[in-house]
């Protein structure tokens, strides 16, 4: 096998030998030492080298370069390289992305912290996540059948630069391997193959590597997912993320028999029936649903740093099979939301966990900001694609709140990253939509004022009119008539007060406004009685009787009024005037009862 | 002046407001009543002391009752909201929350052109014209509004509080309506009565997006303006009333109702020789304006003029305007003219009536025999439906409670003070409860006459038995003759309020009863109203709150578990098939398929094609390769059936099974016979003494399928069928054209993927088969023509 690859090469081998001397001359660099770890453990490639990089060169490097085959290239979810320092643990560099003229396949320059004298070494740790590389074969199961995948790859480190020696180490999810390819005579051990070690591979050199294997961890996909974060400065952050879900893994080929899944352990191993997805320690108010309602299948547990939710979907699912969901939930502001007068930043998480070694094929994250923010500026851990800014209106919006779009494709779990969004508010603007409540209820109650109070009717009915004129008369004289009854009480009052005090002075006076007051009343009385009769009514005459009827009343007071004086004087005696003033009261009653019943009838 | 008034009567002021509120009523009721042109009570005691605007007060009491009738409505209807979520229940809401969704999402024109291709596969329905728009029409404008506003609200969610809002605003008719009768107090009650009453909850809990639930409101308003137009003969009112009678057109079939019983109180009315010029103003412009209005609608079109139940309504518009020329003439002729002209008129009516009347009984007399009249026509179809058997006397008393038995009462008080409007209300009630004991359904159009009439009931008890407490909470009088006049002028004041003279004729017998029946009687009368109270919660709460998509079964300590297994089915369909894929289910699930797995269906619950719904049932009740051969011709790709013998739910589709077979039979008599699926003991039974044709049919085959290795509990041997309680008949099936595609949790959904055909058949029998297919189609081609000129 061996032998084999090399001989295919051998002709562009030479070519490539003189290139590389060139290459070499250049920065010098040479691998002296090459760890790979391949984890195909998940539906996931993490590729993990220890690189012992060594300049062989004339000068010292600020920067080297990475290299990635141009058939793994696409799938490339992500990169970091990071130098292990002594103490600090991992140090990691900046990526750019450059091309090699000649050569296929994508390459990175890394920026070294301090250049790298010659003669020196640094050790480098690489970490590359690939995406949809592990294809599963057979691609149609049935659904008592295991699911089988292959990985196609590299045996060596794909390098601009020469290794000295390597080794590769593939960890698969089961003991389980259909056929790998066997270069150099590896060992396998349960789940792990090891290869190597490899001397002196030439730089650019590749040679296939090919395992079938099994792998029943869930093939999950988020072939889509919109994350919405919407901030409000009264305190709230609303996050919901509508989810497109698929089982990337072998088709579920023929019936799916419920029967088989409920009874056998193994029916429907690469199926997925639940996940977890953490949400932030804050999360409150947790909604997980879709189109037709809420799905009521989930749990979720409240734990110290974070909220788990166990997402189940509504139905298990099986290779090919996808499903569409939405959550969402709330958090405090006060943990992500920082301010400086009028500057605000928002920090908070661009992508965050759906499910343990996730693959998002597309995201799209909306920011929506409160209205009125302005001079938004937006810091992406990682280059991702803005789209143009939108409006949205929600409660009590009216010119609409700033959308800030952005989308990226193919993230995997180390995307979940922070971003920050600087952005300028007005805190004047957080009074507009009180006022605005304000003002709308100030203009209902105003118009219903206006309504209540005013006469929008098109016709008049002289009659109704009449009628009213005669109600507001009619009142107006129960009010007057009251009134000079409670004169009445007032003269008892009065006259009781003589007779303690005998003062005859004070009863005077008394008499004498009881006199006028009651004359004023008396008149305005009658004149209403006149202007009711004026309006054709017959309840001028029933006014009229209250007059009659309040005459001997008001003799009846007045007649007790003299009799105390009488009783003060001396001139009657107390069990007389007793007698004399119970019947007068007697009378009093009768005519005031009479008068009530009159004004009743009114 | 108020403040030397109050000075004045300090004492009395406070007295009288004891926190009763049906005391409230009665007594803002009287003082409304006793000072039509006072404009405010002023007596020397009563509760006016404090209360300087009586009307005011009056209003606000009015506008709180109100208020909280609604409040109480609404929140009673919330009960399947809060246990499960905010969904869609049933069957219908779920279509008229997809076409809903549609107008809001497409704009109204594009609705009313909407040709649906994803129901009644091959034929497709186009629902702009067969459906009765004012429902969705509602809630999309309720929807756009909100929206305008910047209130961003999901249209679902307008779509399940669509009928507890509206609820609030039948009981506002509703007491609108009943003051026009009796009284506000009365109307109060009612509208109280109207919020919780169980028969029109269960047509109106949030979720439950139906026509019923905003026609409820139309009726009664469109009643309510009937009653004020006829009260002041004004064309105002008249059109207000058009309009409103034009909504309840858009909303539902029921308008018929209207259409019916308001020529009836007209010619009622003239029979009763009252007839009057408003009455006639109202009729004539309510007809002709109402006639215009109803026929915009597209579904209705020209059925007002064309159907024999809108003809009674043509009938008496002729009669009244015959009626009104002969008043005409009698003012301008002489005795003697008016006389033969008379007899003459009298005759020629009487023949033209006659004619009328003869040519309606001829056609089967519209809105009486309306309903059965349709259940004949369709029978299997529509007898199969649970909401159209006859009402027992059961759900009365569950639906209606303490109004069941008061109404009578209510009845016999309006038609004992009888005027123009309460011959409506009686006309009414007798109408009402007619259809209602024809159908459960129409339980529905009773329950508001009933809560008007048993409203007037409680309310003039109240008013004579609770008059008197008020009395006797004033200080008890020192001397007899001063109490007798204080309690005159009290009874003044108190009953001046009865229009109706009786009630001073009654004042004596009452005051024989003394406060201890007095009291007796209103405690108990309390009691009923509040045992309705709990009943009707009761009632809300347990049956008619469960949104029957979402089912929920209780463990032994109390904790639940949601059985999701439809939406599990539905969102499956929705997710992993075809986006055309074609779904065969029974007729039942079709409005479910389309609005939760938006696929398309064979039929649904419009019902209108029998004969399609026949083939499904035919294609159910089959053999395989029968049954094969029908979904080969109709397209199938998935076919849907519920099964509920895991879990034993009794609505499964075994248990409809008959039905099928039943319709099936209807159509295709050769193929399918009732008979063959029961034993020869005449029973139905899925045990192994079952029927063999039974146990072999598509619909048997696919609930029981896989299902006879299958043990629930170790009591019970494999394949023991919890619905049924029996172990099933056949337990070794195996599908030949059909495989399982899905099962829900717990198997209460069963969906089947139809094998598309192998490769070499056709070769084998290519002559024979295709021979078949065309004789196929062309016989059915006939059927349906024949179907047609029938």
Redesign the interface.
């Known amino acids: 096998m061996q032998n084999r690859g090399t001989g295919f090469r051998l002709p562009s081998c030479l070519l490539r030998l003189a290139w590389l001397l060139c290459a070499v001359r250049a920065d010098g660099l040479v691998n002296e030492e090459v760890r790979r770890t391949l984890d195909l453990s998940t539906h996931l490639a993490k590729v993990s080298a220890e690189v012992l990089v060594a300049n062989h060169g004339a000068s010292a490097v600020q920067s080297f370069t990475l290299a990635l085959e141009s058939d793994l290239a696409p799938h490339l979810a992500y990169i970091g390289a990071s130098v292990k320092g002594d103490e600090e643990e991992d140090n990691s560099l900046a990526l750019k992305e450059t091309s090699i003229q000649g050569r296929s396949g994508t390459f990175f320059q890394v920026q070294l912290p301090s250049a790298l004298a010659v003669g020196e070494k640094l050790r480098v740790k690489v970490e590359t996540v690939f995406t949809h590389v592990l294809h599963p074969f057979p691609s149609h199961i049935t659904q008592a059948e295991k699911q089988l995948v292959v990985f196609q790859g590299n045996h060596y480190l794909y390098s601009p630069y020469p290794t000295r020696s390597q080794t590769t180490r593939v960890r698969l999810a089961s003991k389980t391997v259909e056929s790998y390819t066997k270069l150099g005579n590896p060992s396998k051990n349960d789940e792990v193959i090891e290869y190597g070690p490899f001397k002196d591979v030439p730089a650019f050199s590749q040679d296939a590597m090919k395992i079938h294997y099994e792998n029943n961890s869930p093939f999950l996909t988020i072939s889509s997912i919109t994350r919405t974060i919407e901030v409000s400065h009264w305190g709230n952050i609303a996050v919901e993320e509508t989810i497109d879900l698929r089982h990337t893994g072998a088709v579920l080929k ?6 088989d899944y409920q ?1 056998q352990a193994d029916s429907g191993i690469s199926s997925v029936k639940s996940f977890k997805t953490i949400l932030p320690a804050s999360a409150q108010d947790v909604y997980y649903r ?8 989930s749990h979720l547990q409240v734990l110290e740093d974070s909220v788990e939710v166990e997402v189940r979907p ?2 298990p699912l099986f290779g ?5 969901y939405i959550i969402g939930y709330n958090l405090p502001s006060y943990e992500y939301l920082y301010t400086l007068g009028d500057q605000y930043a928002l920090k908070m998480r661009l992508v965050d966990h759906v499910y343990d070694d996730q693959v998002i094929d597309q995201l799209t994250v909306k920011l929506i900001l409160p209205e009125g923010a302005r001079n938004v500026h937006l810091e992406t851990p990682y280059p991702i694609v803005r789209g143009p800014d939108q409006l949205h ?5 009216t010119f609409g709140r700033p959308v800030l779009v952005a989308t990226k494709k193919n993230l995997v779990e180390h995307h979940i990253q922070d971003m920050v969004v600087h952005y300028t508010f007005n805190k004047i603007l957080m009074m507009q939509e009180p006022l605005l409540v304000v003002g709308a209820f100030y203009i209902l109650f105003f118009t219903v004022i206006v309504y209540v109070r005013l006469d929008f009717s098109i016709t008049k009915d002289p009659a109704a009119e009449v ?1 009213m004129k ?3 008369i ?2 107006q004289v ?2 007057l008539v ?2 000079r ?2 004169l009445y ?1 007032h003269m008892d009052d009065a006259v009781n007060r003589y007779k303690q005090s005998r003062d005859s002075g004070t009863l005077n006076s008394a008499r004498k406004t009881l006199e006028a007051e009651h004359r004023a009343l008396t008149n305005d009385i009658t004149a209403l009685q006149a202007r009711l009769k004026a309006e054709g009514s017959d309840l001028a005459e029933k006014v009229g009787e209250v007059q009659k009827l309040d005459g001997q009343v008001k003799d009846l007071v007045c007649q007790s009024c003299q009799e105390s004086e009488r009783l003060v004087a001396g001139k009657v005696k107390k069990e007389t005037y007793i007698t004399s003033e119970k019947t007068l009261a ?1 009378k009093r ?2 005519l ?2 009479r008068i ?2 009159l ?4 | 002046q108020n403040l030397s008034f109050q000075l004045n009567y300090p004492h009395e002021s406070s007295a009288s407001f004891s926190p009763n509120m049906a005391e409230h009523h009665t007594v803002s009721e009287c003082k409304h009543k006793a000072n039509p042109n006072a404009g405010g009570s002023l007596s020397g005691n009563g509760l006016s002391g404090g209360l300087t605007q009586p009307a005011g007060w009056q209003s606000l009491l009015s506008f709180t009752i109100l208020f909280l009738a609604w409040l109480a409505g609404f929140s009673s209807r919330l009960f399947a909201v809060i246990r499960f979520e905010s969904i869609i229940h049933e069957f219908d809401p779920w279509f008229n929350y997809r076409s809903t969704h549609h107008l809001s999402t497409n704009g109204f024109y594009e609705f009313l052109n909407w040709f649906d291709e994803r129901a009644w596969y091959p034929l497709g329905r186009i629902v702009g014209g067969t459906v009765y728009p004012g429902l969705m029409v509602t809630a999309g404008l309720i929807h756009y509004l909100l929206n305008l506003l910047h209130v961003t609200v999901h249209i679902r969610d307008v779509c399940v509080f669509l009928a507890p809002v509206f609820s609030g605003l039948t009981a506002i008719s509703t007491f609108l309506l009943t003051r026009e009768l009796w009284n506000q107090s009365a109307g109060l009650l009612a509208a109280c009565f109207i919020a919780i009453v169980p028969g029109y909850i269960s047509r109106s809990v949030a979720g439950s997006f139906d026509n019923e639930g905003i026609a409820i409101f139309a009726l009664q308003f469109t009643y309510y303006l009937w009653v004020k137009s006829v009260k002041t003969g004004s064309v105002f009112w008249t059109i207000g009333c058009c309009l409103s009678y034009f909504y309840m057109v858009s909303a539902w079939g029921g308008y018929v109702f209207i259409i019916n019983l308001i020529p009836l109180h007209v010619f009622v009315l003239l029979l009763m020789q009252r007839y009057s010029r408003r009455l006639y103003i109202a009729y004539s412009t309510f007809y002709i304006v109402g006639l215009v209005l109803s026929m915009q609608i597209p579904f209705v079109g020209f059925q007002p003029i064309r159907t024999s139940e809108h003809m009674a309504a043509a009938g008496v518009f002729a009669l009244l305007q015959a009626y009104a020329f002969l008043q005409y003439l009698k003012d301008r002729l002489t005795k003697q003219e008016f006389q033969t002209l008379f007899f003459l008129g009298v005759s020629l009516a009487a023949g033209v009536v006659f004619l009328t009347v003869i040519y309606l009984t001829y056609t089967e007399l519209g809105c009486l025999y309306l309903y059965s009249v349709y259940a004949k026509i369709h029978i299997p179809i529509i007898a199969s439906v649970s909401e159209h058997q006859p009402t027992t006397w059961v759900s009365f008393f569950f639906d209606l409670h303490i109004l069941v038995c008061t109404f009578p009462a209510g009845l016999w008080f309006c038609i004992k003070n009888v005027n123009d409007e309460r011959v409506f209300v009686a006309l009414y009630a007798i109408s009402a409860v007619y259809f209602a004991g024809v159908m459960v359904r129409l339980m529905l159009t009773l329950t508001p006459v009933v809560c008007m009439l048993s409203a007037i009931a409680f309310s003039s008890v109240f008013e004579h038995y609770l008059g008197d407490d008020t009395k006797r909470e004033n200080p008890p009088a020192e001397d007899s003759s001063d109490e007798d006049d204080k309690r005159n002028s009290g009874n003044l004041y108190d009953k001046a309020g009865k229009v109706r003279k009786h009630v001073s004729e009654q004042d004596k017998p009452e005051e024989g009863l003394g406060p201890n029946i007095k009291s007796i009687v209103t405690m108990l009368m309390l009691m009923l109203l509040m045992m309705f109270a709990v009943h009707c919660t009761w009632v809300t709460s347990n049956a008619y709150s469960s949104p029957s998509v979402v089912l929920a079964s209780y463990n032994h300590d109390g904790s639940r578990n949601i059985l999701d297994d439809f939406r599990e089915a539905y969102y499956w369909l929705r997710q992993n098939t075809d986006e055309h894929a074609r779904v065969m289910s029974w007729w039942d699930y079709g409005y479910q398929i389309a609005g939760m797995a938006n696929r398309t269906t064979l039929v649904d619950n419009n019902t209108w094609n029998n004969s399609h719904i026949a083939l499904v049932g035919k294609a159910m009740s089959s053999n395989e390769s029968a049954a094969y051969e029908i979904m080969k011709s109709l397209d199938v790709d998935y076919v849907l059936i519920i099964f509920g013998g895991v879990i034993g739910y009794s609505g499964d589709d075994i248990n409809k099974f008959l039905w099928m077979v039943r319709i099936a039979e209807g159509e295709h008599p050769k193929d399918i016979r009732e008979s063959d699926y029961f034993t020869p003991q005449g029973e139905f039974r899925v045990d192994k003494a079952g029927s063999p044709t039974l146990l072999n049919c598509l619909m048997y085959k696919m609930s029981y399928y896989r299902f006879g290795e299958m043990q629930l509990d170790f009591r019970t041997p494999p394949g023991f069928d919890r619905t049924r309680n029996a172990e099933i008949g056949n337990k070794d099936i195996r599908l030949k054209h059909l495989e399982e595609a899905f099962t829900s949790e717990h198997w209460l959904v069963r969906i089947y993927r139809v094998k598309k055909q192998e490769n070499r058949q056709p070769l084998e029998h290519k002559l024979r088969s295709v021979l078949a297919k065309q004789k196929y189609t062309s016989k059915k081609k006939g059927k349906k023509l024949n179907k047609k000129s029938v």
């Open positions: 023929g019936p799916f028999s419920r029967y009874r879709d189109e037709i309602g809420n799905i009521s299948t509504r139905f090919g099979w996808k499903t569409h209106y929600t409660y009590l919006d009628r005669v109600a507001s009619t009142e129960l009010t009251n009134k009854l409670g009480r007697g009653q009768e005031i009862a009530d019943g004004l009743d009838a009114l």
